[in-house]
């Protein structure tokens, strides 16, 4: 793949809310995930390549940068996601907070499953197969969210169809 180096492979990295709750269904919330991912490109630990934020989930074609480590980069991006969902939550008196309350020794809070799912596309093939998932997510039938994949905004599938990176961090996956 032009524009893709496999000193460490791209990865399909997906995140799914605590017990699949729609946390993600508020566009101030998919905001924070847009936010960290224009931080992570711009601080030039990772590249996205394509993303998808749902009502309860979120996936990411991202490739760790060789100087990165990649659980340390994921772990990293959760925890932050994490802490703003929090904030947000509490500077807007949102009651839907208590839905994330735990009882755990090392947070009050928790927002993610633990059990990220990561793993390697190691061929244009397989790359391919993941960008058109993503795009296709919120067209699915199970979430029927808009009718074609364009519709969606929160998704870089306009990028790849007009590229226009309205987001500010997306790179074709042909460089």
């Given amino acids: 793949m032009p524009g893709i180096t496999f000193n460490q492979y791209p990865q ?19 905001e924070i995930i847009v936010d960290s991912l224009k931080f992570l490109v711009d601080d030039g630990r990772v590249i996205v390549y394509g993303f998808v934020i749902m009502p309860n989930h979120i996936h990411i074609i991202w490739q760790i940068q060789d100087k ?36 755990a020794s090392d947070r009050e809070y928790q927002f993610w499953e633990r ?8 061929s244009r093939a397989v790359f391919m197969q993941k960008l058109n998932y993503i795009h296709n997510n919120p067209v699915a039938a199970k ?21 226009v ?4 961090f997306l790179s074709h996956y042909n460089g």
């Avoid at 340390?72 to 008196?93: E, G, H, I, P, R």
């Avoid at 059990?115 to 596309?121: E, G, K, Q, R």
């Avoid at 990176?165 to 500010?168: A, D, L, M, P, T």
């Fill in 12 to 30: 399909f990295f997906t995140a799914t809310i605590l017990e699949w709750k729609y946390l993600l269904e508020d566009d101030r919330l998919k």
């Fill in 68 to 103: 990165h480590d990649k659980s340390k980069v994921q772990q990293s991006f959760l925890k932050y996601t994490a802490q703003k969902m929090k904030f947000w939550l509490l500077d807007t008196n949102d009651k839907a907070l208590e839905n994330y309350k735990v009882k």
């Fill in 115 to 122: 059990n990220s799912l990561s793993i390697d596309l190691w």
């Fill in 143 to 163: 979430w029927k969210l808009c009718q074609f994949p364009e519709e969606y905004k929160y998704s870089s599938y306009r990028f790849y169809e007009t590229g």
């Fill in 165 to 168: 990176n309205e987001f500010g």
